[in-house]
């Protein structure tokens, strides 16, 4: 038989249907699917045909899934050893097409498509569903903004074989970049050429350079090896574009015509008035300002036009910021991002698709932000002159749904923080009520209840499956765009919301449902939300009595 055990702390990105097919000896033919463990020996066999190879020990090897989704073999001590590839393997990660002896039995390993299931990805699967896959022809993906690495500063840890399955499951490619290193970059650069090497093609390496040190050689030597742009990060390596040590890596840029991605977001002064030189002197660098360009963008969207190497990506979160980008910014400057692991694509498509068609973007020029406009740049060729941009006529507006926006965007602020969004999320539960079913509101109003309600329950099942973000944040952050593109459809949401007499009880008492439905629960077996994490990042606020 096949056992399955589960794995503790959270949901792992994980593929649909891995399987291990056998492709020679008296089990040849057969397929075994490999859920979060898969045991092999002859007393726990899962084919009598196993069962029967005299070479095969009782309890010969184990497959387990680890958390990021990756698969590793353990041998179990057994006689004749467990071997992959031909070498024998005490422990071993796996990959895809791996060849697998134990006893007188190879196997090979098949990997499926990905369903991602990192973070709170798998609620967020309606929304993405509905938006990015109802649009004609279902564009192509390239995700324009993501990192592997293990030394992030804000504490994230991302491996390739997680990138790779989170890009799949949204049927993505990426752009993969180092996160900050320490000690530099060359060794980094050098890993994520290696990963995209080995993505068979769902994933191209930027290189990230410190213009401290000897960046264009580092660039040249990326650029040979595999690389097909550059990644900026001012903040990180403490810098300013106007130093005269980044002239060197836009003239370089200018001549290869190798795309230049900016960290242009929080934490930096004003930076775009000397990316615009740039894009002035440089006009053949394609230069991409990230994170919606937030530090200068009341500014700069009138400028934009007039350079048409300046692009800015969509890796951020914030509804308002990415109402004007989407309303001011013309689409064939406009390029898809997310900033995994920040972010996921399931979140940031949806956002784009959602803003883009409130703006009145039409689905080709939604095309073309969301990946060919990115492939053309990584092919060096011309952009797409994708039209002007459609103006703030059509971002819509409702004096309801402005404050339940505000709400949301408050709770998010909160717990980016690591303070609580109890008190504000309570809030926008109440601002849900419109009075009516027949409100124009309601339909938005829906669906972000749902999203708040799927949001408390997993954060109450999986509390410690979002750090360094609060559990869940990413299905409050897609709430408020819902709530901020009233015009664009949506889906038919599932009854998540709590019956009348709960929603009456939390209302009347200011609560969590959360901690509404405890009250029906018998005392002695309540958990204590005041000191779960759950609690300590969104439920219930500590001070509250």
């Not at 990756?70 to 004749?80: A, H, T």
């Not at 491996?159 to 290193?181: C, K, N, W, Y």
């Not at 390596?237 to 003239?251: G, R, T």
């Not at 969509?314 to 390029?335: E, K, M, S």
Request: net charge negative.
């Amino acid at each position: 038989m096949v056992e399955a055990s589960g794995l503790s702390g959270g949901s792992p990105v994980r593929a649909s249907t891995d399987l291990l097919r056998a492709t020679g000896g008296p089990a040849a033919g057969l397929e075994l699917e490999i859920d979060d463990a898969l045991l092999l020996g002859r007393t726990i066999a899962a084919s009598e045909r196993i069962a029967v190879d005299p070479e095969l020990s009782r309890r010969h090897a184990e497959i387990l899934r680890e958390r990021d989704g990756s698969l590793v073999i353990q041998d179990l001590g057994s006689l004749n050893g467990t071997w992959v590839n031909g070498a024998r393997a005490e422990r071993q990660v796996l990959k895809a097409g791996d060849r697998i002896k134990v006893g007188a039995t190879t196997f090979e390993l098949v990997r499926a498509v990905a369903r991602s299931r990192l973070y709170d990805d798998e609620l967020l699967h309606p929304w993405y569903e509905h938006a990015v896959k109802s649009l004609a022809a279902g564009p192509e993906l390239l995700d324009f903004h993501t990192h592997t690495g293990f030394n992030d500063p804000d504490g994230f840890r991302f491996s390739p074989d997680q990138l790779i399955a989170t890009l799949a499951a949204a049927e993505a490619r990426g752009v993969v970049i180092p996160m900050h290193e320490p000690d530099g970059y060359p060794q980094a650069n050098d890993r994520v050429i290696a990963e995209a090497a080995a993505s068979d093609g769902r994933l191209v390496a930027f290189c990230r350079l410190d213009p401290k040190s000897r960046p264009v050689p580092e660039a040249e030597r990326c650029v040979a090896g595999g690389a097909c742009g550059i990644k900026l990060h001012p903040r990180a390596e403490e810098f300013q574009l106007s130093d005269p040590e980044v002239e060197p890596i836009f003239a370089l840029a200018h001549e290869t015509r190798l795309p230049i991605l900016i960290h242009a977001g929080r934490g930096i002064p004003t930076l775009a008035q000397d990316a615009v030189a740039l894009a002035e002197r440089y006009p053949a660098a394609p230069i991409v300002l990230a994170h919606g360009a937030i530090c200068d963008l009341n500014w700069l969207w009138r400028v934009v036009p007039r350079h048409r190497n300046l692009f800015i990506d969509t890796a951020w979160w914030h509804p308002d910021d990415l109402a004007a980008v989407f309303a001011l910014i013309p689409p064939g400057q406009l390029l898809f991002g997310s900033d995994l692991p920040y972010f996921t694509p399931f979140m940031s498509a949806t956002m784009a698709v959602r803003f883009g068609l409130q703006a009145g973007l039409s689905v080709g020029q939604l095309g073309g932000i969301l990946g060919a406009q990115s492939q053309r740049l990584l092919n060096r060729e011309e952009p797409l002159d994708l039209g002007p941009p459609p103006g703030p006529e059509r971002l819509g507006y409702s004096i309801l749904l402005e404050r339940l926006t505000s709400l949301l965007v408050l709770a998010v602020g909160r717990m980016l923080m690591g303070r609580t969004g109890y008190e504000p999320l309570a809030l926008s539960r109440l601002a849900c009520n419109v009075g009516s079913d027949d409100a124009p509101e309601s339909g938005a109003c829906r669906n972000v209840l749902a999203l708040l309600e799927g949001q408390e329950a997993f954060a109450r099942a999986h509390p410690r499956d979002g750090p360094p973000l609060a559990s869940g944040i990413r299905a409050i952050m897609l709430a408020a765009c819902i709530s901020r593109t009233p015009d664009v459809p949506l889906p038919d949401v599932a009854d998540l919301i709590l019956g009348k007499e709960l929603q009456a009880e939390a209302a009347a008492g200011h609560r969590s449902f959360a901690e509404t439905r405890l009250r029906h629960v018998p005392r002695e077996v309540r958990p204590d939300l005041r000191r779960s994490s759950a609690a300590d990042h969104l439920l219930i606020d500590p001070s509250d009595e």
